[in-house]
T-cell receptor, first 112, second 114 residues
């Protein structure tokens, strides 16, 4: 069955430190992958997406993600986090018929 | 304009009330979505409209009634809700519905049912 796994329910990182959020997927065909961010009480904002081509994709707010087909992963990275990055992060894979298959989310906590 | 707007931002209603949530986009998207999101969970798809026709209804109770008056507007009519329906209701839109469908989300309506 198609699925997306975000192994970390929450991650705590010091401000200025680097960040990596993990995402693993199980999908039968070529995946179309997304990372969304949700600040408290807000809607979801697309950070970046991977459809094809270069496996390292750049997104907004200084985020990037690397698609690794051999590991079925699409991990999100940022070299230096800011307090404003504290939020919930969702990885998703596009399925047919309007569906997005969502991971459970990872809550990012920033230590001052 | 790359925005999806939703009104109201917050709504408190009793179990006997009738209310409506509204969503609007002007990006020329032909698919529009309603999601329900509980705290600390990913969004759950409720309805999809494609070219103003209801395309998907994820077995949502009839106390939720969607409406798509035109390609830019989406409503969700609420009647006789239960306290467990309290949640963040998100609207989204996309160009199409294939596997590459990048969905744009609104800020949501925080609904509390008393």
């Amino acid at each position: 069955a198609q699925s997306v796994t975000q192994p970390d329910i929450h991650i705590t990182v010091s401000e200025g430190a680097s960040l990596e959020l993990r995402c693993n997927y199980s999908y039968g065909a070529t995946p179309y992958l997304f990372w969304y961010v949700q600040s408290p009480g807000q809607g979801l904002q697309l950070l970046l997406k991977y459809f094809s081509g270069d496996t390292l994709v750049q997104g907004i707010k200084g985020f990037e993600a690397e698609f690794k087909r051999s590991q079925s992963s699409f991990n999100l990275r940022k070299p230096s986090v800011h307090w404003s990055d504290a939020a919930e992060y969702f990885c998703a894979v596009g399925d047919s018929n309007y569906q997005l298959i969502w991971g459970a989310g990872t809550k990012l906590i920033i230590k001052p | 304009d790359t925005e999806v707007t939703q009104t109201p931002k917050h709504l408190v209603m009793g179990m006997t009330n009738k209310k409506s949530l509204k969503c609007e986009q002007h990006m020329g998207h032909r698919a529009m979505y309603w999601y329900k999101q509980k705290a600390k969970k990913p969004p759950e798809l409720m309805f999809v409209y494609s070219y103003e026709k209801l395309s998907i209804n994820e077995s949502v109770p009839s106390r939720f009634s969607p409406e798509c008056p035109n390609s830019s507007l989406l409503n969700l009519h609420l009647h006789a809700l239960q306290p467990e329906d309290s949640a963040l209701y998100l609207c989204a839109s996309s160009f199409g519905g294939g596997t590459d469908n990048e969905q744009f989300f609104g800020p949501g309506t925080r609904l509390t049912v008393l």
